[in-house]
């Protein structure tokens, strides 16, 4: 026999109950290590396609029952995973809301890219300037549950500052982007391009949540976005 932590050798005991620890130091680290078990060293890191898939639970809470819903473990129970899954790849529950909104940012912003450079068209102007406003309507399943779910972090964002930084960005790019596509789509002289931008961009931002609420049909916002884009572009030779 030897002894349980040291594996030193026991000293015989005259009486009673023969001994399991060679002294009371060691005694005494078995007493604490019952108290407190050591922290088993952490399993091989999830693939990396486990944060996504992390991310996109969020997605589908937010965009069916509200943000407000998305705790740990309902997001666990969403994603197939465990809690302590998702506290593995997120530091705490406002990390990972964080994340997941700037996931689906640059999801969107793929996905978008993709349709534009499928036009037929796309070196047109005028196409790349319609279809860049399109982009913020829901007009498929995908860009209505993007839409969904950024009108539920956009309602959090207003009383948290980090959700509130990953909407607002220095400048106004996508401003910036219209109003380059009507200058160069042919502009009437008479309007301000940027004025123009603005108007474009927060007009149609309106429209989605219309389509969304099925306040307007698609025919209805279409002809309303002609409406204005024959207002303020020169008539074509």
């Known amino acids: 026999m030897s002894c349980r932590v040291c594996r030193g050798p026991l000293r015989p005991s005259g009486?009673?109950?023969?001994?399991?620890?060679?002294?009371?130091?060691?005694?005494?680290?078995?007493?604490?290590?019952?108290?407190?078990?050591?922290?088993?060293a952490p399993a091989a890191p999830e693939p990396a396609?486990?944060?996504?898939?992390?991310?996109?639970?969020?997605?589908?809470i937010a965009a069916e029952r509200g943000l407000q819903m998305a705790t740990v473990r309902e997001i666990a129970a969403e994603a197939g995973v465990s809690p302590r899954v998702v506290q593995y790849h997120f530091t705490d529950k406002h990390h990972l809301l964080v994340t997941a909104l700037q996931m689906l940012h640059r999801?969107?912003?793929?996905?978008?890219?993709?349709?534009?450079?499928?036009?037929?068209?796309?070196?047109?102007?005028?196409?790349?300037?319609?279809?860049t406003l399109e982009e913020?309507?829901?007009l498929d399943e995908q860009r209505r549950t993007s839409l969904r779910v950024m009108t539920a972090y956009y309602a959090r964002s207003?009383?948290?500052?980090?959700?509130?930084?990953?909407?607002?960005?220095?400048?106004?790019?996508?401003?910036?982007?219209?109003?380059a596509l009507i200058t160069a789509a042919g502009a009437?002289?008479?309007?301000?391009?940027?004025?123009?931008?603005d108007l474009l961009v927060g007009?149609?931002?309106?429209?989605?949540?219309?389509?969304?609420?099925?306040?307007?049909?698609?025919?209805?916002?279409?002809?309303t976005v002609d409406y204005h884009l024959n207002r303020i572009l020169a008539e074509q030779p």
């Open 15 to 40: 009486r009673g109950r023969r001994p399991v620890y060679c002294s009371r130091a060691c005694q005494a680290r078995a007493y604490r290590s019952r108290r407190h078990p050591p922290v088993p």
């Open 203 to 223: 007009g149609v931002t309106g429209f989605g949540l219309d389509l969304l609420h099925r306040r307007r049909t698609r025919a209805d916002v279409r002809r």
């Open 158 to 179: 207003l009383t948290d500052p980090a959700l509130a930084a990953v909407f607002l960005h220095e400048g106004s790019p996508l401003e910036d982007l219209v109003a």
């Open 107 to 131: 999801e969107n912003e793929r996905r978008a890219q993709e349709r534009i450079a499928a036009l037929r068209d796309a070196s047109d102007p005028r196409v790349l300037l319609r279809a």
């Open 136 to 138: 913020l309507l829901p």
């Open 188 to 197: 009437r002289p008479s309007i301000d391009v940027a004025r123009e931008a």
């Open 49 to 60: 396609g486990r944060r996504r898939q992390i991310g996109e639970a969020v997605w589908r």
